[in-house]
């Protein structure tokens, strides 16, 4: 099974490069590692993302984009790949390791893009992978060699050949200006412009906008006026200092185009890392929407689907320029503060029904709450912005980055209180998560001075997490009670007491009573469904799905187990997902169903391969699991085992997860009356999107329309147009429009 990747959609066309391409394609077949080079804006990004997509099918584990640019800390470099990859490792074990790791059986391609400014970091993350994993091969882009032994650096020219230059500028032109034609009469002039401007891509595509308004014999006067004005300033360094002359010359230009208002946007916009939506701009920098179009028309900022991003070497700039304005500390207080509000307002919503939504709109902003938390850790609000981002951390599969940023905040002394005594419940829950049970119950002891009733309950659940582990289920079921008495009497009476109950369970689940378990559980289903929370839930339905094996019904325990595992899967919940998997797998060989525990149990490794840790390290589990496989074995003999296991471990993840919640086909997917064969080869959710298509839907239309997000509906088309060898979305609705008609 080939697994294609997480390679981002193109938004435009891409022009020429084919010797280049041809080069670096063969180039990879030779070196584990090559590194693109060359000046900001030659084009290293677009040229490597398409080789990435030329080359993807000789790789059976998928191609893999990282995009570094938002990324300030080189200790999250091996975070940043391991969450482009899929790995969930939550463990204390260092990411570099656990990422070689998984990564030693698999044949891919890493694509690392914008390496310079953590130039370092990643040569040594590049290298350790290298030599672990044969089968991996990196594809990366830096303005300087990352220097690891046997790296091939590739420069990148400027567009030499008049022709692909010229054709560049005649495509965004006409892109910009509908009425915009290469004619005889404008050819000499546009390669002039083109020749004046280096070949430089970007610069290219800037003057290129510039079509809307201007014929192009002026633009190339204006041009040279700039470029003249522009050799008074070099002497001085001024803004971008270091990149190319005409890239500069291009870029400050079309700065000098922009009224005032568009340029303070500009530089206002610039503290963002990654993307960002019109409310950030509207509070952080008092952006106009107007404005904002502005820019978007002179392509300073690109758009898509709501969402606004600066190329890094326009954010560059426009940082240059708002530390010309003297309002950079401002802005990137205003900027911090609007996250801290964001992550106040995700905390208090988080116990309700769009958990989803939540999980999805935080994870789209995962770089600039990064950058909210890099700009001041010292102070009360850092202090809080980590912990408010508590689910974050925990519900949605960051519990190594939390550990990091509440570590940091919490090595500064700070006022006693809640606040600090909620910082302290936060890091040591996470540290339970990671298993370090010592950590944990350190900050236990820190925080019981300055908790409230609310910490209080906090803490007495962590302590019956903390029990658990030890394994003692009497001292977890004594504090687990403890914990909701507090959350019910002026505590936490929503996910506080939830998990409080929870952890009854859990208890009661290792004291082997089932009968007060499934007692506790109805309980905690009441108080869900009061609040239409379903993380919880998936994990109370988990636990019911265990009780009912203990109580040797096996087809309840289905019926549980898939209910965890369908909003499991919404939230990206990879060891809970492994979690509900096992269980089927469970249930289905107590049924007597032993093909189909044996191509469970290979859907389950995948996944746990993902978090790191089969089972968690729980020696309960772990024995769990192998008795299901000695079960399973000895009705269907070695060799059928084998068959249906290795059936499982080669199935699409998602194509997997359909299998254990029997929905390999699924109504909306396709007609009922065309069947999953006529489909083939896309998975179920792959399917569901061909439709949307069809329908004419956009990317972002269609992420909204099945919950998901926008990334995430761009990678679905993606596979699909290399599934079916297509190369445009109407080859797509024409394909499914003829099977919703069969």
Not at 543 to 551: D, F, I, K, V
């Amino acid at each position: 099974m080939i697994r294609t990747g997480n390679l981002p959609a193109e938004l435009s066309s891409f022009v020429d490069r084919e010797s280049e391409r041809a080069a670096l394609k063969r180039l990879l077949t030779a070196s584990r590692l090559v590194t693109v080079t060359g000046v900001g804006g030659v084009g290293k990004t677009r040229t490597v993302l398409r080789v990435a997509a030329e080359v993807q099918r000789a790789f059976a584990d998928g191609v893999w984009f990282v995009d570094l640019s938002p990324l300030a800390r080189a200790d999250l470099v091996a975070e940043a790949v391991a969450q482009a990859v899929g790995l969930r490792d939550p463990s204390t074990r260092p990411q570099a390791e656990t990422l070689a790791e998984y990564l030693e059986p698999r044949r891919l391609l890493l694509v690392l893009d914008n390496c310079e400014h953590l130039a370092e970091s990643c040569a040594q993350l590049v290298d350790s992978l290298l030599r672990a994993a044969p089968g991996v091969r990196v594809l990366a882009t830096s303005r300087q060699p990352l220097v690891v032994q046997g790296e091939h650096v590739f420069p990148l020219l400027p567009l030499s050949a008049s022709d692909a230059a010229v054709s560049l500028f005649a495509e965004r032109a006409r892109a910009a200006s509908p009425t915009f034609a290469l004619t005889d009469d404008n050819r000499d002039e546009v390669a002039r412009l083109c020749r004046d401007l280096d070949g430089i891509p970007l610069a290219i595509e800037l003057a290129a906008v510039r079509t809307r308004a201007l014929p192009v014999r002026q633009i190339a006067e204006l041009l040279q006026g700039r470029r003249a004005d522009r050799f008074a300033l070099l002497s001085g360094g001024g803004v971008m200092a270091g990149r190319h002359e005409s890239l500069r010359t291009a870029i400050d230009w079309s700065h000098g185009l922009c009224t005032r208002a568009e340029s303070l946007l500009w530089a206002r916009v610039s503290v963002f890392a990654g993307d960002f939506d019109l409310d950030a701009v509207r509070e952080v920098c008092d952006g106009d929407v107007d404005v904002l179009a502005g820019l978007v028309d002179k392509s300073i900022l690109l758009g898509d689907g709501g969402r606004y991003r600066l190329l890094d070497t326009i954010r560059q700039y426009g940082l240059e320029l708002l530390r010309e304005t003297g309002e950079e500390e401002l802005l990137r207080r205003r900027h911090r503060d609007f996250y801290l509000r964001l992550a106040r307002r995700f905390d208090a919503d988080w116990c309700g029904p769009d958990q989803v939504a939540w999980y999805q709109r935080l994870s789209r902003e995962h770089s600039n709450l990064r950058a909210a938390l890099d700009f001041d850790l010292t102070d009360e609000t850092g202090l809080e912005l980590a912990g408010a981002l508590l689910y974050f951390w925990i519900a949605c599969g960051h519990p190594r980055e939390g550990r990091l940023y509440l570590d940091r905040a919490l090595a500064v002394k700070h006022p006693p209180g809640p606040m600090l005594a909620r910082a302290l419940f936060v890091s040591g829950w996470v540290a339970a998560m990671q298993g370090d049970m010592a950590a944990a119950e350190a900050r236990i002891v820190q925080g019981r001075p300055y908790a409230d009733t609310v910490v209080s309950g906090w803490l007495a659940y962590l302590a019956s997490v903390c029990a658990v582990f030890q394994g003692d289920p009497t001292e977890a079921l004594a504090k687990a009670e403890e914990a909701a008495r507090l959350h019910r009497n002026g505590g936490d009476p929503g996910t506080g007491l939830l998990v409080a109950l929870s952890a009854q369970c859990i208890a009661l689940a290792f004291a082997g009573e089932f009968e007060r378990e499934i007692a506790v559980i109805e309980q905690t289903w009441v108080l869900c469904d009061e609040y239409r929370e379903s993380w919880m839930r998936s994990y109370i339905d988990y636990m019911r799905a265990l009780a009912e094996m203990g109580r040797g019904n096996p087809d309840a325990a289905v019926s549980y187990g898939r209910d965890a595992l369908r909003f499991k899967r919404q939230l990206g919940d990879s060891s809970g997902s492994a979690m509900a998997v096992d269980v089927l797998a469970t249930a289905a060989a107590t049924l007597g169903e032993a093909t189909s525990a044996a191509r469970l149990l290979g859907v389950a490794h995948q996944i746990w391969a993902t978090v790191g840790k089969p089972q968690l390290g729980s020696p309960d589990l772990v024995a769990a699991r192998a008795a299901v496989e000695k079960q399973a074995r000895e009705k269907a003999g070695d060799a059928g085992f084998d068959a249906a296991y290795a059936d499982g471990l080669g199935l699409e993840l998602e194509a997997g997860i359909d299998y254990a919640l029997d929905e390999t086909t699924r109504a909306g997917a396709a007609p009922s009356n065309s069947g999953a064969a006529g489909w083939a080869p896309l998975t179920r959710r792959e399917r569901e999107v061909a439709v949307l298509v069809a329908e004419g839907l956009t990317n972002q239309q269609i992420a909204d329309r099945l919950v998901i997000g926008r990334r995430t509906a761009n990678t679905h088309v993606e596979h699909i147009l290399t599934k079916l060898d297509y190369t445009s979305r109407a080859q797509i609705a024409a394909w499914a429009a003829a099977r919703i008609a069969s």
